[in-house]
């Protein structure tokens, strides 16, 4: 089914413990579409880059089947940047410099063969530009969002009236926190469920996430690696294995929704095993099944 993913499109520069990279392809747009095209094809991708985005990282994403007939070249202006310092606690992070460039005036425009997207996942943009693609296309089957505390903490009206077209609401646990002012993570998935969104998933970093809905909760493990390079983009990875295996398989249920939810667990785990999208690169459907199989019987025991 068609999968539309709108975002951003970036050149990150990394520091961590083990390593750091400079002008490596990145961005939320960039992370989901690579990840939801194990699973989907092709996806539609919308974002904006400059003059100065290197052509190779193009012609990957074509290499991946993702449709970029949304992606706005802008000649004569500079890519999004973003550089940021990892501590030995992977979880916290330092922003080290941000440039919007060509990003600060983005306005996501679908090109007429987007309008008709059935699956749409919103990367983490200002909640006013997630509504105004969400007036582009028509009677899409299910919304997943992204966001951010900046964007809870500076809009949050506009938030609040765009999480009433979202399906899914995908956030960590402290922006669910932040937009509840709940400190217990349940309680808080229900308060946004009132707010619009159905599914409510809640990331936990190393702590895998969990899925609510008015009749479910489920937590999946993180899955238990040695080596743990950059989580940059992980969640949007999770985002693009969720979305993309319900859109490969069309199904909504309950149960599928789980499996959703460790597929896309399991696209996060292979993303953060090397720096930028550099292990998401050339996966096959078996390594991903695998580690699903993994995943399954990290929580299966018997009664007895």
Known sequence: MNLLVVGSVALDTVETPFGSVKDALGGSSVYISVAASYFTQPVRLV???????????IEFLASRNIDLDGLQIVNDGKTFRWGGRYHYDLNVRDTLFTELNVFEYFKPTLPESYKNSTYICLGNIDPILQLDVLKQVTKPRLVVGD?????IDTKPNELVSTLRHMDVLIVNDSEARLLTKEPNLIKAAKK????????VI????EHGATLVTENTIFTAPAYP?????????AGDAFAGGFIGWLAR??????DNL??????GSTLASFCVEKFSIENMRDLNYLQIHDRFLAFMELS???ER
């Not at 809640?202 to 970093?205: D, E, F, L, Q, T």
């Not at 398989?249 to 309950?254: A, R, V």
């Open 147 to 151: 966001t951010m505390n900046y964007w």
């Open 192 to 199: 946004i469920i009132k707010m619009g969104p159905g599914i």
């Open 300 to 302: 299966r025991f018997d």
């Open 47 to 57: 974002g904006v880059v400059g003059g100065d985005f290197p052509r190779e990282h």
């Open 249 to 254: 398989t069309e199904d909504l249920s309950p």
């Open 202 to 205: 809640i990331k936990k970093g």
């Open 258 to 263: 789980k499996r959703a939810v460790i597929y």
């Open 225 to 233: 690696l040695e080596n743990i390079f950059d989580p940059t983009g």
